[in-house]
C-alpha cells in the first residue's frame, strides 16, 4: 500500500511563492507518471501538472509558466514550485499517480491572501 504525505503549504501573499513536497513510500515510485491536484472549496479535485517516469512535465492551463512540477526518482519525492501565486491558486493540493488510483494522502493547504 503506497502512503503519500504532502507537506510545504501555508498562507502567501498574492504574488508570493511555495514549494510543496510529496513523499511516496514503496519501491514503485519510479515508474509511474505522477501528479499534483488541487482541491478548492466546493470545486472538483482538478489535475494542475504532471510528470512522466521521464521527466516530461506537463501543466493546466491555469497554472503554466507559474509552477513547475519535478521529481526525485531517488528519494520518492514529488516537487511542486509554485511562483506568482493568485487568490485562485489557493487550495488543499494533493499528490497521487496520474489516474489517482493510490489512496489519497492529507494534502497540503495553500491559502493566497493579502
Known amino acids: 500500500q503506497v502512503q503519500l504525505r504532502e507537506s510545504g503549504g501555508g498562507l502567501v501573499q498574492p504574488g508570493g511563492s511555495l514549494r510543496l513536497s510529496c513523499a511516496a513510500s514503496?519501491?514503485?515510485?519510479?515508474?509511474?507518471?505522477w501528479g499534483w491536484y488541487r482541491q478548492a472549496p466546493g470545486k472538483q479535485r482538478e489535475l494542475v501538472a504532471t510528470?512522466?517516469?521521464?521527466?516530461?512535465?506537463s501543466y493546466a492551463d491555469s497554472v503554466k509558466g507559474r509552477f513547475t512540477i519535478s521529481r526525485d526518482n531517488a528519494k520518492n519525492l514529488i516537487y511542486l514550485r509554485m511562483n506568482s501565486l493568485k487568490p485562485e491558486d489557493a487550495a488543499v493540493y494533493y499528490c497521487?499517480?496520474?489516474?489517482?488510483?493510490?489512496?489519497w494522502g492529507q494534502g497540503t493547504q495553500v491559502t493566497v491572501s493579502s
Open positions: 514503496g519501491s514503485m515510485f519510479r515508474i509511474y507518471a
Open positions: 510528470v512522466t517516469s521521464g521527466g516530461s512535465t
Open positions: 497521487n499517480i496520474v489516474g489517482g488510483t493510490f489512496e
